[in-house]
């Protein structure tokens, strides 16, 4: 009953609060309606009854409202790529474009990145790039530049058309695994640590006016002791989101090389905090995002609160992506095998944002594999991609199936109205990278991405047919950034690609 009590509460919100446009007034000459207002562009400040399982609390050192100062995406204004899969959404809108159907893929050119042979407790890392270690793009006039950063502790600056360093190469002083993200407004670029070599992991704040490190933020509060940001931060209503590996997701106010912490949600689930290693994907003041206990939170972005708590079974570190489908914000999330023994479900899931209500639920059997004592987990570490153009109405994910289906990996087609499986396509291998998407000028689309051997991939996406496949590479754990009609990709030991689809 209190769910519905709370359902009929956020029906009526969100008629008040501008689910439509006002409608013009009457008379005697024509009118145009007015403008939403920031305030009724916010989604509504409710709780669901799911959040009785979450327990948490809300820090600040003072009393006033953080409330987003506006609800524009700031991504969505440039061609540059700044956070993983380019936006707010997180729907990897590159607009990779293409003249006509491709027939292949070419290397334009490869950096290496040197080898850290240093020993962590977790072992030596190596060089390349890590899961998910998407480059930045930045396009600014004549100058494109490729950013990104390596499991062998540096940052590396290259030009886009040649590969060769456009600035020098950065000591960021721990491993980074993640995805670093660059201000859309400042000369700041965010990089979060995953391994400690030496020192604590925290947050950096790269200068890139003085190209150096001017900021570091290690939370000694956190209800869980591990502190990796895995997860790229990204701007909303003017305030930088950033979920970490410690049980808490914080709201900073932004300057030129420098962060200011404003609020802090930690929170547990069954007692204990889980870690973010996902992105949090957001529309308006909403964010959604999801942890290694397989919880989903949706959170008002105002106050910091949960509004929904979803349990989607198991660890879950691929980032969920959003898609507005009539005026509704609906979430794509998927789970891993892990907590559920060596065999299980994937839980591939879509839900309503606004609610948390499930629409449709996949269960893909998969299974975790031994590697010379190393444990892999099945099911989904990608982040999915929504289809457009000719493949509209169509998900497509990469799988780990690790042979609980005839091969270790699948990119799958889903429908996005009941989750149905179109079609799937036998990988050579297991499949961290999350896949990408060009379109030639009839609108068709095609799927580029690589796997875990180290083989790239390129498919048409309505039939599944596979155009191109070669191995190039050691082993893409890593997302590849689009632009144009070229993939930037790094791999694990060889460092990072640019393909060219032709």
């Known amino acids: 009953m209190k769910l519905l ?29 007015k403008p939403l207002t920031l305030e009724e562009l916010f989604l509504p400040d409710t709780v669901y009854a799911s959040v009785q399982k979450v327990h948490f609390v809300v820090e600040q050192e003072d009393t006033l409202d953080y409330f987003l100062k506006d609800v524009d995406d700031r991504y969505a ?34 950096f290496n990145t040197p080898e850290d042979n240093f020993s962590t407790h977790l072992g030596n890392w190596g060089g390349g790039t890590g899961w998910t270690g998407q480059p930045i793009y930045v ?56 391994v400690s070599r030496k020192t604590p992991m925290c947050l950096l704040v790269v200068d890139l006016l003085q190209h150096k490190i001017t900021y570091q933020f290690l939370d000694k509060k956190a209800w869980r002791n591990w502190g990796a940001f895995d997860s790229s931060p990204v701007v909303a209503g003017g305030y930088l989101i950033w979920p970490g590996e410690n049980g808490s997701i914080y709201k900073f106010a932004r300057e030129q090389g420098k962060l200011t912490l404003l609020q802090t949600l930690r929170y547990k689930v069954n007692g204990a905090a889980p870690g973010i290693e996902s992105s949090i994907a957001i529309w308006r003041n909403y964010g959604w995002v999801q942890d290694n206990a397989g919880n989903i939170l949706c959170i008002n972005l105002n106050t910091m609160k949960p509004v929904w708590h979803y349990s989607n079974h198991d ?9 507005i489908e009539d005026g509704v914000p609906y979430v794509y999330a998927a789970s891993e095998v892990d907590r559920q023994g060596m065999s299980g479900m994937c839980y591939f899931i879509k839900i309503n944002g606004l609610n948390g209500s499930l629409v449709w639920e996949q269960k893909i059997p998969c299974r975790r594999i031994d590697l010379g004592g190393k444990i892999l987990d099945g099911g989904m570490y990608s982040t999915p991609l929504l289809g457009a153009g000719n493949c509209d109405g169509m998900i497509f994910a990469n799988v780990c199936r690790n042979r609980a289906a005839k091969t270790n990996g699948e990119l799958m087609a889903l429908s996005t109205s009941d989750g149905s499986i179109l079609y799937s396509v036998p990988l050579k291998q297991f499949c961290w990278s999350s896949p990408v998407a060009f379109y030639d000028k009839e609108n068709n689309m095609y799927i580029f991405t690589g796997d875990g051997e180290g083989n790239i991939y390129l498919i048409e996406g309505k039939t599944g ?22 993939a930037v990709v790094g791999s694990r030991v060889n460092g990072i690609f640019k393909f060219v689809i032709k």
């Open 315 to 323: 660890d879950s570190d691929g980032t969920v992506v959003c898609r």
């Open 465 to 486: 047919q596979v155009i191109y496949t070669k191995k190039v590479a050691y082993n893409f754990e890593s997302s590849p950034t689009v632009a144009g009609n070229a």
């Open 77 to 110: 204004a440039t061609w540059s790529s700044f956070t993983f899969r380019r936006n707010m959404l997180r729907d990897a809108s590159f607009g990779g474009t293409l003249e006509k159907r491709p027939e292949t893929v070419e290397i334009a050119w490869q």
């Open 5 to 33: 009590f709370f359902s009929a509460i956020l029906l009526l919100s969100t008629a008040c609060r501008g689910g439509k446009a006002p409608e013009a007034q009457t008379g005697g000459e024509d009118t145009l309606a």
């Open 139 to 194: 396009k600014d006039g004549d100058k494109e530049e490729i950013i990104f950063t390596s499991l062998n502790s540096k940052a590396y600056f290259l030009d886009f058309n040649t590969g060769k360093r456009s600035r020098p190469d950065l000591d960021v002083l721990n491993t980074i695994k993640g995805s670093p993200s660059l201000d859309p407004e400042l000369k700041n670029l965010y990089i979060g640590q995953g």
